[in-house]
Structures are given as structure tokens and as C-alpha cells.
């Protein structure tokens, strides 16, 4: 069955950096696009990257762009999220998700369990 399992998620204070890694099984990883969104407490699940099924795009949200950058290594199955220059309002749980490539704006069917990421002032 499908499984995206994140990990690398912790606690580190402000202006620090973390990667987030997902390792994906299950289905046609190269045929599929890959993203992450993170949750806050008391706050919607907000989209974070993007990045298309053979690498050659990406998207960040604003408040990211910059900061945080998305890779993938299809010949491993994973996806990674390099988070540099922290901030507090980064803190949250953060989700691996994947789409099948030619579901162009459609919603992600598949979901990880998520892994927490807090960061201290």
C-alpha cells in the first residue's frame, strides 16, 4: 500500500536550519508530483513546496521562498525539504504529500503521518 513516511522534524531555536525527509512506497514515485504543507496549532493545513515529478519545477509559499527548498531523488524515492533561517512561526507539523503527475491542480490523495518541527526564539 501507499506509504510516505517523513522524519527529521525537531526542536531548534531561531535562525538554525533542519531537513525533512520523506521516503515514499507504494506507488510510481517518478510519475508523481511531491509536496509538503505543515498545520500550526489551531490553524489550517497550509500549502509549503512543490516540486514536479522529475525535478525541473518548483513552487514555495512566500513565506518560505528564500528559506526553505525542496529536492527529490527519484532513484530513492524520497523527497527532502531543507529548511535554513528558521523562525518561530515555522513551528508546526509538517506532511508529505504526493499527486499523480497529470492531477494538475487537483488534491493530494496520499498523505504522511507528519513530524514536528518547533522552533524556540
Known amino acids: 500500500q501507499v506509504q510516505l513516511v517523513e522524519s527529521g522534524g525537531g526542536l531548534v531555536q531561531a535562525g538554525e536550519s533542519l531537513r525533512l525527509s520523506c521516503a515514499a512506497s507504494?506507488?510510481?514515485?517518478?510519475?508523481?508530483?511531491m509536496a509538503w504543507y505543515r498545520q500550526a496549532p489551531g490553524k489550517e493545513r497550509e500549502f509549503v513546496a512543490r516540486?514536479?515529478?522529475?525535478?525541473?519545477?518548483?513552487t514555495y509559499a512566500p513565506s518560505v521562498k528564500g528559506r526553505f527548498t525542496i529536492t527529490r531523488d527519484n532513484a530513492k524515492n524520497t523527497v527532502s525539504l531543507q529548511m535554513n533561517n528558521l523562525k518561530p512561526e515555522d513551528t508546526a507539523v509538517y506532511y508529505c504529500?504526493?499527486?499523480?503527475?497529470?492531477?494538475?491542480?487537483?488534491?493530494?490523495?496520499?498523505w504522511g503521518q507528519g513530524t514536528q518541527v518547533t522552533v524556540s526564539s
Open positions: 504529500a504526493a499527486r499523480n503527475r497529470v492531477d494538475v491542480g487537483g488534491d493530494y490523495p496520499y
Open positions: 507504494g506507488f510510481t514515485f517518478n510519475r508523481h508530483t
Open positions: 516540486i514536479t515529478w522529475n525535478g525541473g519545477d518548483d
